[in-house]
């Protein structure tokens, strides 16, 4: 019943900027991690970010010190800040958080697009 609305995607050139967010349309109790993953065509999905509920983040070596994840939870929302932008990280990006005994939510996805 609950959905993840996924926003912020875009198209942007080599240096830019973007912030993803991913609102659920519900409170979503017991969440144990919160995290933003990416597939780009012809490869595995890749795990970018995540937050879990003691407030400990992780990122991948890939995006440190461009990306910022964070969270909102009067809003329900976690976040994507993406600076310095590169061709590389072009892909689709899927919001996911997970909860206590009853698994997995996900957004639908985002495309992101970095022009060089």
């Known amino acids: 019943q609950v959905q993840l609305i996924e926003s912020g995607g875009g198209l942007v050139q080599a240096g830019g900027s973007l912030r993803l967010s991913c609102a659920a349309s519900?409170?979503?109790?017991?969440?144990?991690?919160m995290r933003w993953y990416r597939q780009a065509p012809g490869k595995q999905r890749e795990l970018v970010a995540t937050i879990a509920r003691g407030g400990s983040i992780n990122y991948a070596d890939s995006v440190k010190g461009r990306f910022t994840i964070s969270r909102d939870n009067a809003k329900n929302t976690v976040y994507l800040q993406m600076n310095s932008l590169k061709p590389e990280d072009t892909a689709v990006y899927y919001c996911n958080v997970n909860q206590y005994f009853t698994g997995d939510y996900w957004g639908q996805g985002t495309q992101v697009t970095v022009s060089s």
């Open positions: 519900e409170r979503i109790f017991n969440i144990n991690v």
